[in-house]
Nanobody
């Protein structure tokens, strides 16, 4: 599976962005997909994940109520809708695919996109 993230940009605090993760490969629909982020000088951290069917979603506490995750398997795409953005959300956002079950762990993921930069100004 090859993943490509897009949709990042510069937004003011309180604004919204929608990130997209497009995958190549016929088996995309069988993989849980997650978003992680990495701010300068910090470790990569879990943001959100969605199961292969889209039936279950998981979120880090710091984005609950602000971000949603969805997928369209017919388009091989996973979306991260980010609302009420804060300056502390500034980071490079990565999408990733896994064969594993621990969806909030970086080490669970086998395939990574190249990242898209989100900058939130105060």
């Amino acid at each position: 599976v090859q993943l490509q993230a897009s949709g990042g940009g510069l937004v003011q605090a309180g604004g919204s962005l929608r990130l997209s993760c497009v995958a190549s490969g016929r088996t995309f629909s069988s993989y849980p997909i997650a978003w992680f982020r990495q701010a300068p000088g910090k470790e990569r951290e879990f943001v959100a994940a969605i199961t292969w069917s889209g039936g279950s979603n998981y979120f880090a506490d710091f984005v609950k109520g602000r971000f949603t995750i969805s997928r369209d398997n017919a388009k091989n795409t996973v979306y991260l809708q980010m609302n009420s953005l804060k300056p502390e959300d500034t980071a490079v956002y990565y999408c990733a695919a896994t064969n594993g079950t621990q969806l909030d762990l970086v080490r669970s993921y086998d395939y990574w996109g190249q990242g898209t930069l989100v900058t939130v100004s105060s």
